[in-house]
């Protein structure tokens, strides 16, 4: 048996648990999401549903990790023995496996870019040939590869240091740094001239764009956004001091998160309608538009290389926490060491990470489902792997924990005060779950 860690203290487990969630999630998916799901009156169903399911996810995701102190297939298994529960630590278990595939793909290449904004390679160059770059970059399928490499390895080097010496020291350097770059990007927003435009389109509501596509992709979003429905967030809660307030670190977090996805829109989409781009452009908007705005605008330089240290930033804190939800299963279920478990988890994600990439030369036959096998991974894990997860991790908080138990965690045996404590107890009960499965259902098409 294995000494197992826990974060040193109460910032550390916030900064850990915010970076987790602020990711490219963040700051690559949610605009192009906005984008392509009409703006503002998106962002308000996105609010509501922050709050009313992924706060009380969040929350028990936090309970019962901290409860039961263990990886999310071993928590299921010590609070329901012998029961099927455990298969909801499985799919937390495959859920993270194939996110970590894709996204240290995407990962990679903001380490490509990084390297490519401080040599300067897209000053003077056209939109269209910055286009046709990324596109010959990413359908060379190798090349993106060499990247992805090298991030993954710095994901593992973290979390091979362990909890309080690796993950948290590390956020708690990280974290800061990505707000200071991101509030000197907003700052530089308000000088553009699409800066009216820009927030209008993010703050100003048009409901008729809601459908039942645009609520399933709210939904997938804000899974996606706070890390939730596959156990991360029980594994770090697993290691929250049991003095910290959850019901404090989880708003915490989930404000920290909605804020940055807020003023990432507000760097981003000025810049977006000064040069005249399309916002609904998709997965590559960051990739494809920005550093063609960049490569225009005065200071862009030194805008370019923030803009991208802030992406690599954030998809490392983030893939830092994916891996540990691997690790802390094969370390404590399996019995093998940290070192040991980073290295194996960290290979077999990689070699997943090689399909991903692979999918997208165009003349790959890697498909599923008539997607390439990276946008199909990206598309079905947060819309339906992750809700299905979140689903049943709300069910079981709400209806087999136990109430007395639920109410201890959240206290922490009585210290803090829990307000609205029924009012949680009806969300993740009824609301939460009916929620998450009337979307789904539509979607599908049984409603
Ligand atoms: N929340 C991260 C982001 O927004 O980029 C992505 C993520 C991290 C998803 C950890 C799932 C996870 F377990």
Redesign the pocket.
């Known amino acids: 048996m294995h000494k197992r860690g826990s974060f040193g203290s109460r910032f550390g487990a916030i900064a850990a648990a915010a970076g987790?969630?602020?990711?490219?999630?963040?700051?690559?998916?949610?605009p192009y999401v906005v984008g392509e799901n009409g703006g503002a009156a998106f962002i308000l169903l996105y609010l509501l549903i922050v709050f009313l399911i992924g706060l009380p996810c969040l929350m028990s995701e936090f309970a019962l990790g901290r409860f039961t102190r263990k990886n999310v297939f071993g928590a299921f298994r010590k609070l329901a023995p012998k029961k099927k529960w455990y298969l909801i630590g499985v799919l937390g278990i495959v859920?993270?496996f194939v996110?970590l595939a894709f996204?240290s793909v995407v990962a990679g290449w903001t380490v490509a870019f990084l390297k490519d904004s401080l040599i300067n390679e897209f000053s003077g160059l056209s939109a269209a040939a910055i286009g046709s770059n990324f596109d010959g970059f990413v359908a060379s399928g190798w090349e993106p590869l060499l990247w992805t490499f090298l991030f993954c390895l710095i994901t593992a080097l973290i979390v091979m240091l362990g909890i309080e010496n690796g993950i948290e020291r590390y956020n708690k350097i990280m974290m800061p740094m990505l707000l200071a770059i991101l509030l000197v990007l907003c700052i530089n927003s308000f000088s553009l001239d699409g800066f009216k435009e820009g927030i209008a389109f993010l703050f100003r509501p048009d409901f008729s764009k809601i459908t039942v596509d645009v609520a399933l992709s709210a939904l997938g979003q804000a899974?996606?956004?706070?890390?939730?429905g596959?156990?991360?967030?029980m594994t770090y809660g697993s290691y929250i001091r049991r003095q910290d307030n959850l019901l404090f670190t989880s708003s915490t977090v989930a404000i920290a998160?909605l804020s940055i996805a807020i003023l990432a829109g507000i760097a981003i989409f000025p810049a977006v309608f000064s040069f005249g781009i399309e916002p609904g452009s998709g997965p590559d908007l960051v990739f494809k538009t920005l550093p063609n705005i960049f490569g225009q605008m005065t200071g862009g330089y030194l805008l370019g290389i923030l803009f991208f240290l802030l992406l690599v930033v954030?998809?490392l804190t983030?893939?830092v926490?994916?891996l540990e939800?691997l690790v802390a299963y094969c370390s404590e279920e399996l019995n093998l060491s940290r070192k040991k478990s980073v290295i194996i988890c960290a290979t077999l994600a990689f070699g997943a990470s090689v399909v991903c990439a692979l999918s997208q030369m165009p003349d790959s036959s890697l498909k599923i489902a008539g997607q390439n096998i990276f946008d199909f991974l990206d598309t079905f894990s947060?819309s339906y792997l992750?809700p299905v997860g979140g689903f049943f991790i709300v069910i079981f908080t709400g209806w087999f924990f136990g109430k007395q138990r639920l109410h201890a965690e959240l206290s922490s045996d009585g210290v803090y005060k829990v307000r609205y404590f029924n009012l949680f107890l009806f969300i993740v009960r009824y609301l939460a779950p009916i929620a998450i499965a009337f979307i789904f259902f539509s979607k599908i098409g049984i409603l």
Request: avoid cysteine.
């Open positions: 987790s969630a602020i990711g490219l999630g963040n700051i690559w998916r949610y859920t993270s996110i996204y899974f996606f956004s706070l890390s939730l596959m156990g991360t967030m998160d954030a998809a983030s893939s926490s994916i939800v947060s992750m």
